[in-house]
Every structure is written in C-alpha cells, then in structure tokens.
C-alpha cells in the first residue's frame, strides 16, 4: 500500500487505488501480527480486551500516516478483504 500511494502521489492526474486483501499484514510498518500462530490476534474482541496486539499501536500510527498522505493528495483506495480486523483496517 505505501508503495502504491508514493506511485500514486507521482501521477499527474488523480489516481484511484485498488487492494485486494486476504489476511493480516506479517510485515514491514503495518504489521499488525507475526507469521507464528502462537501469538495471534484475530478478532476484534482481541483488540478490546488487549490480547496480543504488541504491533496494533505501531501498525495504527504508519496506517494514519498513510491516509494522511491519501487525504493530501485526494488519492482513493478501494480496498476488497476478507475481514477488517484481520489485516489492521480498524
């Protein structure tokens, strides 16, 4: 997604961007779970209560920068999930 929106933020008209996504993000900024099953955060529940959300704030803080730069620019994403919770989307 950053990679799309710094393209995006280059085009000479207004872009629009589509995702399609199917799971949490395991890596980089918008991490918001890692790869191993042990410690897993898979519902919304989770986050309320506090469970195993050791990414969730770091995740939140890059992805509020990112709609920063999508405001700025009046860039659309049109994202297609499977379920918001799982891939950080809040």
Same mark, same amino acid.
């Given at each position: 997604?950053?990679?799309?929106?710094?393209?995006?933020? $280059?085009?000479?008209m207004?872009?629009?961007? &589509?995702?399609?996504?199917s799971?949490? $993000?395991?890596?980089?900024?918008?991490? %918001?779970?890692?790869?191993?099953f042990?410690?897993?955060?898979?519902?919304q529940d989770?986050?309320y209560?506090?469970?195993? %959300?050791?990414h969730?704030? =770091?995740?939140?803080?890059?992805?509020?920068?990112?709609? =920063?730069? &999508?405001?700025?620019? =009046?860039? %659309?994403?049109?994202?297609? %999930?499977?379920? &918001?919770?799982?891939?950080?989307?809040?």
């Open positions: 997604l950053n990679i799309a929106i710094t393209l995006a933020e $280059c085009a000479p207004t872009p629009r961007i &589509l995702t399609f996504i799971g949490p $993000c395991t890596i980089g900024g918008g991490k %918001v779970v890692d790869v191993s042990q410690k897993t955060m898979r519902t989770d986050i209560k506090g469970d195993n %959300v050791e969730f704030k =770091k995740a939140e803080k890059y992805y509020e920068e990112l709609a =920063k730069r &999508l405001i700025s620019k =009046k860039i %659309v994403v049109d994202m297609f %999930v499977f379920t &918001l919770d799982q891939f950080g989307a809040l």
